[in-house]
Nanobody, 126 residues
């Protein structure tokens, strides 16, 4: 599976951005997709995850109520709509897929994901 992330940019606090992650390759073997982020000097952290075909999305507490993950299966694309952005949301954002056989219970763990896209930088100014 190859993943192409896009949509990052520089915005002011309170603004919105929508990230997109388009998958190609072994699409039928994708179980779920997640978004992670990594700020300078910090570890990569979980943001959101959603089943590729069905299921209830799952969010980190830090973004719950502000971010929405959605999918457009016809385009093999998963989106992350980020509203009410804060300076602490500044990070490189990565999308990743977990293939069939992985555990949904591990959706917030980097080790549970098989393929990763390149990061897309989100910078939120105060």
């Amino acid at each position: 599976v190859q993943l192409q992330a896009s949509g990052g940019g520089l915005v002011q606090a309170g603004a919105s951005l929508r990230l997109a992650c388009t998958a190609s390759g072994r699409i039928p073997s994708i179980y779920y997709m997640g978004w992670f982020r990594q700020a300078p000097g910090k570890e990569r952290e979980f943001v959101a995850a959603a089943g590729w075909s069905a299921g209830v999305p799952y969010y980190a507490d830090s973004v719950k109520g502000r971010f929405t993950i959605s999918r457009e299966n016809a385009k093999n694309t998963v989106y992350l709509l980020m509203n009410s952005l804060k300076p602490e949301d500044t990070a490189d954002y990565y999308c990743a897929t977990a293939q069939n056989g992985r555990r949904w219970a591990g959706r917030d763990e980097t080790d549970e994901y098989d393929y990763w896209g390149q990061g897309t930088l989100v910078t939120v100014s105060s």
